[in-house]
């Protein structure tokens, strides 16, 4: 299926979504690599209050290259989930509703994501200038000392991802090489 969906994203909207599905989003997401969740990581372990509210909110895994004159952002591909693996469960528990990036991830991140009604989406990799074109404007939030690897808030429209996690635990990366192979032996 093909949803066009709004970021902060609701229960009923996860709900509804089901692993393989096409998604199109609109609205505000936040970026945030291994920098800034180590950072963020440090505030929460600290008692210290995030610089963005994560609750129901989305992190997309990217870090743009820099802007080409008239341009919001540059090349914003995403980057390896995996990489914040010891870092999402926490941020999923603290109300994250989704994450954008690409391969697989952890089972503490699955049993993560199913406890809290969330979801994981992959952008396609190797697409960060295409990608780009859905992002209508960028603004550091946080960590600006970091460069690249600093927390913006994204304007989004129509930004497309493949849900690969739902919020009920099917795995895409899973489903997919069972048909496959299931088809090939046919």
């Not at 999923?92 to 699955?110: E, N, P, Q």
């Not at 396609?124 to 970091?146: F, R, T």
């Not at 991802?161 to 088809?183: H, R």
Request: hydrophobic share 40%.
């Amino acid at each position: 299926m093909e949803y066009k969906i709004t970021a902060p994203f609701d229960k009923e909207t996860i709900a509804k979504l089901k692993s393989g599905d096409m998604v199109f989003i609109s609205g505000t997401i936040y970026t945030a690599r291994d920098a800034a969740h180590k950072r963020m990581k440090e505030a929460i372990d600290n008692g210290e209050k995030l610089p963005i509210d994560v609750d129901g909110n989305v992190i997309y895994y990217m870090g743009p290259s820099p802007a080409r004159e008239g341009r919001p952002i540059g090349s914003a591909g995403p980057t390896t989930a995996s990489r914040m693996d010891k870092y999402a469960p926490t941020l999923l528990d603290m109300g994250l509703k989704g994450m954008i990036g690409k391969g697989k991830r952890s089972d503490a991140v699955i049993d993560a994501i199913v406890r809290n009604g969330a979801i994981y989406l992959a952008a396609i990799g190797g697409a960060g200038a295409l990608l780009s074109k859905a992002i209508v404007q960028s603004e550091v939030v946080a960590y600006d000392d970091l460069g690249t690897e600093a927390i913006r808030k994204l304007t989004v429209e129509n930004f497309p991802a493949i849900v690969v996690i739902d919020s009920s635990g099917n795995n895409l990366y899973e489903t997919a090489i069972k048909e496959f192979n299931t088809e090939k032996i046919q």
